[in-house]
């Protein structure tokens, strides 16, 4: 017992040198926060930051834009590190705060999955940007929303165009983690449907480098085509060591492939490979090439993936915040939930409305071919 | 009597400040904060003020914990009346910490058993009670035979993996529980049929007990979270009163005694290989229960959240708190949860100067934060001899 007195002593003297903290009184000002909870550090961080520049792209814009009828708003960043505790405790942290007028929600499922929760008890509408897994939005809770398709949409639009490129034999792998394993699982699904025979359903881990033994045992399987459900060190890697063990297959990939780093990783040997993103090709429309022009010009950095639904997100909510000030002259959170029920919104990855379960009803895929080092839009499909 | 109240300020005095810098919301004015706290403690440790007021806290033990536990009773209340009910998730957060260092002390702190695949016994809970509840979604009351229950079955794994592995020593040891954390993680990605693989079971449910839902509001216009604060908090009581019994008893001699020398503890009658075997059930138990209540708490589990960063942590909180000092390792784990939490204010610097943090006080306190009495007088003698303090047991490196 002698030791807990130190403890107890610590904090008794720390406070007396600390007392400049006693936060100023509450001004009435018109102010609100949008709160961003989204993977800044750890293993995601670098999509996590770029959604994250995006949104902050678009809080400085409405400041700028005068639209929100005198208020101003802050952004609340938090990490969750694509952990799920890390994400309850981020959730907990913002639904705190009562300025927090609305959430730009996480990048992993796993992440928005326990914290949807949180937000659903606060009445805190929480959209996100790139959360595949259908569950989510399965659970009921009326605040929450997404703005990407899910694995459903992208596995099933996958296959039939698969299928009408003449492909019958299929090898399926994926790296283990619930995105890519959940996606891949969706397209073996999928593929009795269409009368494609899957081959093979296999594992690899997230960090290997060498999948020269999986592909070989594929090899002798001779599918024509493999897909990989994962994300893009792997990706780049596995359609590589394809090329180098000579197989001549196709490869398909998802939106967690979609990026310079495939083809970075991956060299030469990808060029033909094809991946799926959701959405329409983002040069197809006008707006993007405004918002990428912008993000490069604030950050220095080109838009890698996610960037463009973050963008969407965070003006989709500050619409509606924005609509709700003007109609009752405050920010009101359940009045944004309705709001955002019936939003209609052109934003740069298109049209935006949501059906009776928070999921956009903008569901669509394209797909992409690496030609020349580039990813270049070959068809694009809707359900 | 006054001894009484004096006793009963300091808590209080204590307590106030932690909810002052708990709410220190800029993260300047915090580090300031903390920076203050420590130079206020090492100034008082060189008045002997630590000293006094640990003598009169031992002299006036009921007081001290009474008025604990008053604290510990109005800590909620006093967030939720300052709107902020993060922070009773974040102390139920260290709660579950607190258990599962308090279950490693008892491996590595009492036994000097380098146990580095621990977080495969939290797993192990937290995942037996998700599977429990997917399955039987209704049986909410099961929660209170589950505890006890995922106890008993990592009790029994961890009997199996410590028969099969105690004969090595040291790093050896170690080096097989690291294998077991991940086999244990490898599997819980891969059985897809059992766990649903690494997308995780989702939807677990809050306790019942006696009609009162873990779902609703405890009254007071305490949030949810606040009944699990209470339930940790109970939990936390009870493992820490175990372990300090145990650490007390017969067999808590026996423990020390492998601990300084194996060989001659087995030559004074000790069943080295029984006892230590006991630890190792004793600490999985512990885990166990502490993920159990993970479980309906975070509502979700995923085998991402078993990974060997988390056994490293809760090793830290130990190390940290003071290796074999149960009131050590509990500031170690409440430390260690609520510090990246606080930190957050920091962004992207948040796991640098948390880094920075640990290393600082391996250099300037090494025997952690409050040392078990027996520790503190090892390491001083070490550093007589030698003149630079030495920290070999348990090998880290």
Redesign the interface.
């Given at each position: 017992?002698?030791?807990?007195?130190?403890?107890?002593?610590?904090?008794?003297?720390?406070?007396?040198?600390?007392c400049?903290?006693g936060?100023g009184a509450k001004q009435e000002e018109k102010v609100f926060k949008l709160g961003a909870v989204l993977p800044?550090?750890g293993p995601a961080a670098a999509p996590g930051n770029e959604m994250n520049n995006a949104v902050l792209l678009a809080v400085d814009e409405w400041n700028s834009s005068n639209k929100l009828s005198g208020y101003k708003v802050t952004l609340d960043?938090?990490?969750d590190a694509?952990?799920?505790?890390q994400a309850?405790?981020?959730a907990?942290?913002l639904?705190?705060d009562?300025l927090v007028a609305a959430v730009v929600a996480h990048l992993n499922s796993?992440c928005f999955?326990?914290a949807s929760?949180i937000y659903h008890?606060n009445g805190v509408a929480a959209m996100s940007g790139a959360t595949t897994?259908p569950?989510i939005t399965q659970?009921g809770y009326p605040e929450i929303f997404r703005l990407c398709t899910t694995d459903l949409v992208q596995g099933e639009l996958t296959v039939p165009y698969l299928k009408e490129a003449g492909y019958t034999k299929i090898a399926i792998i994926h790296d283990?983690?619930?995105y890519?394993?959940?996606l891949a699982q969706v397209v073996k699904d999928a593929c009795p449907k269409s009368g494609i025979e899957v081959l093979s359903f296999d594992?690899i881990n997230v960090g290997d480098k060498d999948f020269k033994a999986i592909l070989t045992k594929i090899k002798d399987q001779t599918p024509d085509v493999i897909y990989f459900g994962g994300m893009y060190d792997e990706a780049g890697l596995i359609v590589k060591q394809m090329r180098d063990l000579g197989m001549t297959q196709q490869f398909v990939s998802d939106d967690g492939a979609f990026g310079q780093d495939t083809i970075d990783a991956g060299g030469v040997a990808t060029e033909g490979a094809m991946f799926t993103m959701v959405g329409k090709p983002l040069t197809e429309m006008p707006q993007v090439a405004e918002f990428l022009t912008k993000y490069e010009k604030r950050f220095g950095v080109k838009v890698q993936n996610y960037g463009p639904y973050a963008y969407d997100v965070a003006n989709i909510l500050l619409t509606a915040i924005s609509k709700v000030i003007s109609r009752i002259g405050g920010v009101d959170k359940a009045a944004i939930v309705q709001e955002l029920k019936q939003m209609e919104y052109d934003g740069v990855v298109g049209h935006t409305a949501f059906d009776e379960k928070g999921d956009t009803k903008n569901k669509v895929i394209t797909i992409y071919r690496v030609q020349e080092g580039k990813f270049v839009p070959l068809k694009t499909m809707g359900m | 009597m006054p001894e009484n109240i004096y006793t009963i300020i300091i808590v209080l005095t204590g307590f106030a400040l932690l909810i002052l810098g708990l709410n220190i919301h800029e993260a300047a004015p915090f580090l300031g904060f903390v920076l203050a706290g420590a130079g206020g403690m090492y100034a008082l440790q060189r008045g002997g003020w630590l000293l006094k007021a640990g003598e009169l806290i031992k002299r006036t033990r009921r007081t001290y914990y009474a008025s604990l536990a008053l604290c510990l009773l109005a800590y909620p209340l006093i967030f939720t009346w300052l709107q902020s009910p993060y922070w009773i998730h974040v102390a139920t957060l260290a709660g579950v910490y607190v258990c599962l260092a308090l279950g490693l002390n008892v491996v590595v702190g009492f036994v000097g058993l380098l146990d580095l695949g621990y977080v495969a016994f939290y797993a192990i809970g937290a995942y037996s009670s998700a599977i429990f509840f997917h399955h039987f979604p209704q049986a909410r009351w099961a929660f209170w035979l589950l505890l006890p229950a995922t106890a008993l079955l990592a009790g029994i794994i961890g009997l199996c993996l410590g028969s099969s592995s105690l004969r090595l020593r040291g790093d050896y040891l170690a080096i097989v529980t690291l294998g077991f954390g991940e086999i244990t993680r490898i599997i819980l990605t891969n059985w897809d049929t059992l766990t649903n693989g690494p997308k995780g079971i989702s939807g677990i449910p809050g306790p019942v007990i006696a009609r009162y839902s873990f779902d609703k509001t405890p009254g007071f216009g305490l949030p949810r979270v606040a009944n699990y604060y209470f339930l940790i908090i109970l939990l936390a009581c009870a493992i820490g009163m175990a372990a300090d019994r145990l650490n007390h008893s017969r067999i808590g001699r026996a423990w020390m005694a492998i601990r300084e020398d194996a060989l001659a503890a087995e030559s004074l009658g000790i069943n080295v290989t029984v006892i230590k075997l006991l630890a190792f059930a004793v600490g999985a138990g512990f885990a166990a229960m502490g993920g159990v209540v993970y479980s309906s708490l975070i509502g979700f589990v995923d085998p991402m959240s078993f990974t060997f960063m988390e056994s490293a942590m809760i090793l830290c909180m130990v190390v940290l708190g003071g290796m074999g000092s149960i009131p050590g390792v509990i500031i170690g784990a409440i430390v260690l949860v609520v510090l990246p939490e606080k930190l957050r204010d920091f962004q992207q610097y948040r796991m640098l100067i948390f880094g920075a943090a640990l290393i600082m006080m391996m250099i300037f306190r090494p025997q952690g934060l409050i040392p078990s009495r027996r520790r503190k007088q090892e390491l001083l003698e070490e550093e007589d001899e030698s003149g630079t303090p030495a920290f070999e047991h348990p090998p880290l490196e």
């Open positions: 017992m002698n030791n807990l007195k130190r403890y107890l002593a610590l904090i008794s003297i720390s406070g007396v040198l600390a400049q903290s936060g800044l550090t960043s938090k990490d694509a952990d799920p505790k309850v405790s981020s907990h942290a639904m705190s009562s796993g999955l326990p929760r008890e897994n569950e659970q283990k983690t619930q890519g394993q959940g594992g | -």
